[in-house]
């Protein structure tokens, strides 16, 4: 059974800080992984999908990378802002079977003015 | 503007006493699904469905209905509400029924059970 992970829980940086946030996942037979971002007692915005066949996908200040062999995906948030404090959640998809995501448990960020 | 629409945002209820949370989506996806999300246990599905007539379990179907008799509609139903149906609720929807794209989601559903 596919299990994700987000390391740290929880993480808090000055303004204008480059970041990374970790994802890892116990099955490496995925279709793809996506990131979202969730603001208090809000829906999930999709940020940024990476279908297994790509190695990275950028979307303005974010950087999402995928290692599918070695279960792992990291994202990238260049010089952080208050507005960018949220909690950040990866999710996959399995490449057989599930018609859904397995998600992390995510990160929540606090980017200090 | 595309967008998943949920009705009600917030609801309090009581036990037992039926109730209907609309799902709505512009976008003509074929792939619908519902999320509860409670503390401690993050995400987990309730039902999906790949296309209209067509819907299935996810992993924590007891005490729900759906039905898919529109492409664009996807109610979640909650026969004999229970206190243990307190939860935030999310309905979600890609484009391709294999859910092989981004899935969108909704704004939730806040809902107590009393």
């Known amino acids: 059974k596919q299990e994700v992970t987000q390391i740290p829980a929880a993480l808090s940086v000055p303004e204008g800080e480059n970041l990374v946030l970790n994802c890892s996942f116990t099955d490496s037979a995925i279709y793809n992984l996506q990131w979202f971002r969730q603001d208090p007692g809000k829906g999930l915005t999709s940020l940024l999908l990476?279908?297994?066949?790509?190695r990275e996908q950028t979307s303005g200040r974010l950087n999402a990378s995928l290692d599918k062999s070695s279960g792992r995906s990291t994202l990238y948030i260049a010089a952080s802002q208050p507005g960018d404090s949220a909690t950040y959640l990866c999710a996959v998809k399995g490449a057989t079977g599930r018609r859904a995501l397995t998600f992390g448990s995510g990160t929540r960020l606090q980017v200090q003015p | 503007e595309a967008q998943v629409t949920q009705n009600p945002r917030y609801l309090i209820t009581v036990t037992g006493k039926k109730l209907t949370v609309t799902c709505s989506q512009n976008m003509n996806h074929e792939y619908m699904s519902w999320y509860r999300q409670d503390p401690g246990l993050g995400l987990r599905q309730i039902y999906y469905?790949?296309?209209?007539?067509?819907?299935d379990k996810g992993d924590v179907p007891e005490g729900y209905k759906v039905s898919r008799k529109e492409k664009r509609n996807f109610p979640l139903i909650l026969e004999s509400p229970s206190p243990n149906q307190t939860s935030l609720y999310f309905c979600?929807?890609?484009?391709?029924?294999?859910?092989?794209?981004?899935?969108?989601f909704g704004e939730g559903s806040r809902l107590t059970v009393l």
């Open positions: 979600a929807s890609s484009l391709s029924r294999l859910l092989t794209g981004e899935l969108f």
């Open positions: 469905s790949m296309n209209v007539e067509v819907t």
């Open positions: 990476i279908q297994s066949s790509q």
